[in-house]
Each structure stands twice: as structure tokens, then as C-alpha cells.
């Protein structure tokens, strides 16, 4: 497609419960990035991949975060056992590799909220 | 460990007045400083960076940024702005240039704009 993309745009959940936010980078990008916003910590960096594998994950908050990246392509951010604090907007975005001068391009983001 | 700060959390400019941004960094090596740009329920757009070089940079939209390394600064400035340019704004600090560490931001918590007609 044009740009990124991701899915959904807005999901509310139940505490307790697992969801799953996809990103669809723009082709031939290979490198992608997870960031959350939200009002109390506002933008964080949350896990790159570059390829299928994922160097840098040291910003995941807690072992309830994984994410997954798969052909190089689409990757999935998996929330377990949802909490309230996780209530944010989920960013996702891609950029040709993962040098500091290739420009990173952003999805809309999903707005996540839990209930 | 590299941080950024915005110091104005809300700023108000009449339409065609003058915009000035203020960033601070803090980062141990050379900086890589971004400015972006998110209108509402839009993801981020980039509006200009320094790598090295001239310390004033261009970018879109009639944006301009200046780089301080005394001041540790990287000020936005746009001479006249639109009502369109209503949005909240961020600066940001890249790491390091090794490959292996990819390119994570981190970003200043953000001064949203208001454009009074």
C-alpha cells in the first residue's frame, strides 16, 4: 500500500483479556517500530525488528507484551491479560532499514482502551 | 541515557504571527534530532531532521529548525502560520547509528498549538 497500515483503528476490551494489533508496513521496508502513546508516559518505543527478528525489545513494558514479525512484512503486537494501564494509542511504523537516516514512517495508530 | 524536553505544553499563536518551538536534548554523542508533526487522529509526520552540517535545516510545510549544540537545542520556527498548522509537535532523538540498534526515537512529551483567527 501507500503507507502503513493498522488494524484495527480502535478496539476496547474487558480487563483480563488478550488482543492483538496488526501492522502492515509500507513494501520493502525493513525495518519496523512499535511505539505506545499514551497521556501519563507519552511517546515510547516499545521493539524493533529488522527482518523477521527483533534486536531491540527493551521497551515492552512487562512479559504480557510479545510481538511478532512475519515474511518481513506483518507484524503483530499480542497484549496478554489486558490491565487498565494499557490503555493507549498502539503506533507502528516503518522505515527502508534500520539506520538512524532512513525516515520512519507512521501508521494512524490503534487506539487501544480497556475497560 | 538520551532524553528530550519540550518545555511549553500548550502554545497559542494568532493565524499569520510567528511560531517558535522549543526542544531541548540530552544525549551523550552526536544528536540525530527530528521534529514531527501529528494532527488530530493522524499518525506522525516528519517534518525535518539534522544528521550534520548546517545548522539550520529546511523542512515542510515553510518549517525551519536550528541546531544549538551549547544550548543543547533544536528549536522549530515557521514565520508565519496557517490555521492548518493546529497540531501537537515533537522532537525527537535517534540512537546510536549502529545497525545492529536500529533507529529507536525517543520522543519530548509534545507542545500542541492552537491558531486563533
Known amino acids: 500500500g501507500a503507507g502503513v497500515s493498522q488494524s484495527p483503528s480502535n478496539k476496547v476490551t474487558e480487563k483480563g483479556k488478550d488482543v492483538e494489533l496488526r501492522c502492515d508496513p509500507i513494501s520493502g521496508h525493513t525495518a519496523l517500530y512499535w511505539y505506545r502513546q499514551s497521556l501519563g508516559q507519552g511517546l515510547e518505543f516499545l521493539i524493533y525488528?529488522?527482518?523477521?527478528?527483533?534486536?531491540?525489545k527493551s521497551g515492552l513494558p512487562s512479559d504480557r507484551f510479545s510481538a511478532e514479525r512475519t515474511g518481513g512484512s506483518v507484524s503483530t503486537l499480542t497484549i496478554q491479560r489486558t490491565q487498565q494501564e494499557d490503555s493507549a494509542v498502539y503506533l507502528c511504523a516503518s522505515s527502508l532499514a534500520g539506520a538512524v537516516y532512513n525516515e520512519q514512517f507512521f501508521g494512524p495508530g490503534t487506539r487501544l482502551t480497556v475497560l | 541515557a538520551q532524553s528530550v524536553t519540550q518545555p511549553d505544553i500548550h502554545i497559542t499563536v494568532s493565524e499569520g504571527a510567528s511560531l517558535e518551538l522549543r526542544c531541548n536534548y540530552s544525549y551523550g554523542a552526536t544528536p540525530y534530532l527530528f521534529w514531527y508533526v501529528q494532527s488530530p487522529g493522524q499518525g506522525l509526520q516528519l517534518l525535518l531532521k539534522y544528521f550534520s552540517g548546517d545548522t539550520l535545516v529546511q523542512g515542510i510545510k515553510g518549517f525551519e529548525a536550528e541546531f544549538k549544540r551549547s544550548q543543547s537545542s533544536f528549536n522549530l520556527r515557521k514565520p508565519s502560520v496557517h490555521w492548518s498548522d493546529a497540531a501537537e509537535y515533537f522532537c525527537?532523538?535517534?540512537?546510536?547509528?549502529?545497525?545492529?540498534?536500529?533507529?529507536?526515537?525517543?520522543f519530548g512529551g509534545g507542545t500542541r498549538v492552537l491558531v486563533k483567527p
Open positions: 525488528f529488522q527482518g523477521n527478528s527483533a534486536p531491540d
Open positions: 525527537a532523538v535517534g540512537a546510536t547509528p549502529l545497525k545492529a540498534a536500529g533507529n529507536k526515537l525517543t
